[in-house]
């Protein structure tokens, strides 16, 4: 079930949008959740347990810190999913 | 501003509600007045799924997304959202008043709190794992929820105050609110009442302790408050919300003034954790102390908003307290039972209540009881019935009364302004 790029980052930006009303225009690669997206380290809990259910992947509390971009977000959702 | 003192008049310049009425305040009062009745049988596949004994309640009129955004709807349960509501209605009514945040209040009651996002998300533990628990759960089932986001919505920060005492909760609420105000910690305090409680469990629960009407083939007669054949409460939902505010600061910013918030009591019965006390002497001390708390006296009350949910035992014990605590004087109190068409909003009932009375008040009409058909005898008041009643001109003054299981008291005493 591993999906391309293109399609974790539309769903993750669809789970971004329900979760924080951020626009889904705005969700991209280059941009911090903290930052750019004024994402809180609770929202961000929201996402990653949604984002987990929607692509069918773990992401470890330990490595949500890590995730200060969406890049960084889909390119470990692409691996998990390899 | 003022330092606040006990002479520190206190007033009400904003109203806001959501309730099975209408999604704001203006069209629940105008259907009030015309005896609209807003308890309907529940479609949710639920009802038979549990197979529960009541199969009607009387939800609110106007779905939650229709004032607020999706993200909201998704990250506050019902209880909260309600409360939101609410608050921002009254906020605009009261003109958006200009306030120091450090002297902006918030208190809010509720019964139950957040009962759907408890019971959601334990089914999500049991059937999902801990995993799949919203990571919002615990700040939208807090029973504080409703008060902490209105403050963050509002900006309040003289402090935020959550008042859990059951059905009672609203009106203590607006009391709490007044005395923030009369102490001197507040100019202005957004106050009032919130539940969203309409989950099966609730049903189950009320319905076992034989608490709701049964009437399932005709809920828009289940609502009876003093009539013979009364058999138990309908349970509501919804939110009452007002903006109360020191006379001196509403003076200042000129704002538009419906009327004083003058008094309120409260006692407890520590009688019985659920029944009223039947010889309803707790009951008549609130309200005795409410009118004293606002420099009146029993001949000033034209008018009394009761606490009457339809229960066999609550209805008369409180129409004995009535008299109890005004003797002759309660031949000149006009009684509303405002339930008859709002169902009971549990925790928010006190505060939805307060706003009608200070309606009533303001306009000097007071709302109908709907559903009599045989006047209980042992009601020996002067219940306003089908058709509203004028009040009279002059000063005039009027008692909400509100009453919660662990035997809460609460009388709100409001005064026309001039």
């Known amino acids: 079930m591993a999906q391309t790029e293109q399609e974790i980052l539309e769903g993750l930006a669809n789970i971004v949008n329900e979760e924080t009303g951020v626009d889904v225009a705005d969700v991209q690669l280059d941009k911090s959740f903290t930052d750019d997206l004024d994402i809180d380290s609770l929202s961000m809990m929201t996402i990653v347990v949604n984002a987990e259910e929607a692509f069918g992947v773990r992401i470890p509390d330990d490595e949500v810190k890590n995730l200060s971009t969406v890049g960084d977000a889909v390119t470990f959702i692409k691996n998990a999913q390899a | ?418």
């Open chain 2, 1 to 418: 501003m003022s330092a606040g003192s006990s002479d520190t008049k206190v007033v009400i310049t904003g109203l806001g509600a959501t309730t099975p009425l209408g999604g704001d305040m203006p069209t629940t009062w105008e259907a009030l007045l015309a005896g609209t009745c807003g308890a309907r049988t529940i479609e949710a596949d639920w009802v038979a799924k549990y197979e529960l004994p009541v199969t009607f309640g009387a939800p609110i009129h106007t779905p939650a997304d229709q004032a607020l955004t999706k993200v909201e709807v998704r990250r506050l349960d019902p209880n909260a959202q309600y409360a939101m509501i609410a608050s921002r209605e009254a906020w605009q009514d009261a003109g958006v008043p200009e306030v120091d945040p450090e002297r902006l209040g918030v208190a809010i009651g509720t019964g139950i709190g957040g009962v759907w996002t408890l019971l959601d998300q334990w089914d999500n533990l049991r059937e999902k794992g801990p995993r799949r628990v919203f990571p919002l759960a615990v700040p939208m089932l807090m029973p504080n929820s409703a008060t902490g986001n209105v403050s963050l919505d509002l900006g309040a920060r003289a402090g935020a105050h959550t008042i859990v005492s059951a059905c009672a909760s609203g009106a203590e609420a607006m009391g709490l609110a007044a005395e923030m105000i009369r102490s001197g910690r507040a100019d202005v305090v957004v106050a009032g009442g919130t539940e969203g409680a309409m989950h099966p469990l609730c049903f189950a629960g009320f319905a076992a302790m034989q608490a709701l009407s049964k009437r399932n083939d005709d809920p828009a007669h289940a609502s009876r408050p003093y009539d013979v054949a009364r058999d138990g409460f309908v349970m509501g939902e919804g939110a009452g919300i007002m903006v109360l505010e020191s006379e001196e600061h509403a003076k200042a910013r000129g704002a538009r003034i419906y009327a004083e918030f003058a008094g309120h009591g409260m006692s407890a019965d520590s009688h019985h954790i659920a029944a009223p006390e039947p010889e309803g002497a707790g009951a008549s001390r609130a309200m005795t102390e409410a009118v004293r708390n606002a420099g009146l006296s029993a001949t000033d009350i034209i008018h009394i908003n009761a606490h009457a949910t339809s229960t066999p035992v609550g209805d008369v014990a409180e129409a004995a307290a009535i008299r109890r605590a005004f003797g002759e004087a309660a031949d000149g109190m006009p009684v509303s039972a405002t339930k008859s068409m709002t169902g009971h909003l549990l925790g928010a009932a006190g505060a939805l209540e307060g706003l009608f009375t200070v309606l009533a008040v303001h306009h000097r009409v007071a709302p109908p009881t709907i559903n009599i058909e045989n006047l209980d005898p042992e009601v020996d008041l002067d219940v306003i019935r089908d058709t509203p009643r004028e009040l009279p001109a002059g000063d005039i003054a009027a008692l909400n009364n509100s009453f919660g299981f662990g035997g809460h008291n609460v009388a709100l005493a409001i005064k026309s302004y001039s």
